[in-house]
């Protein structure tokens, strides 16, 4: 059973750099045909995709992030990241790291306040 677990800072201000970590266990990241994502959830609204980062390597990002956005990995730890640059208090969300196996982490909060 493929295991995520995220880490990172809870409470954040404008305009800093969010950045979370996706602990994998039970599985690779560098498994073939695997992807590792990143989605949020903002109060009152649905799933936004953010992006993921590909067995190989290969990164792909939502437009809508106007490239704020960076995912990179550690295949000695088998962990990814994700790099939100400037955030705003619509970031606020809570963030999962999702496997394209089926496999979600439990989600860590989020809150982007002055």
């Known amino acids: 059973q493929v295991l995520l677990q995220e880490s990172g800072p809870g409470l954040m201000k404008p305009s800093q750099t969010l950045s979370l970590t996706c602990t994998v266990s039970?599985?690779?990241?560098?498994?073939?045909?695997?992807?590792w994502r990143w989605i949020r959830q903002s109060p009152g609204k649905g799933l936004e995709w953010m992006g993921c980062?590909?067995?190989?390597?290969?990164?792909f990002y939502s437009p809508s992030l106007k490239g704020r956005t960076s995912i990179s990995r550690d295949t000695s730890k088998n962990q990814f990241s994700l790099q939100l640059r400037s955030v705003t208090p619509e970031d606020t969300a809570v963030y999962y790291c999702v496997s394209n196996l089926g496999s979600w982490g439990q989600g860590t909060q989020v809150t982007v306040s002055p």
């Open positions: 980062i590909a067995h190989e390597g290969s990164t």
């Open positions: 039970g599985g690779s990241i560098t498994a073939k045909d695997s992807d």
